[in-house]
């Protein structure tokens, strides 16, 4: 019930669908990922 409700504010942020939240979020951990994983390698380049 509470996950139900949380959901229905969310999709009414903005305006925008819970689709599009979806995807922005996962594009975001995505563009994140990628940045953290190439600062780790410049880190243990003398490895």
């Given at each position: 019930m509470l996950l139900a409700e949380t959901t229905a504010k969310a999709a009414q942020f903005l305006g925008m669908s819970n689709k599009f939240?979806?995807?922005m979020i996962v594009l975001v951990l995505f563009i994140v990922s990628i940045l953290?994983?190439?600062?780790?390698?410049?880190k243990t380049k003398g490895l």
């Open positions: 939240w979806i995807v953290t994983s190439s600062y780790n390698e410049d």
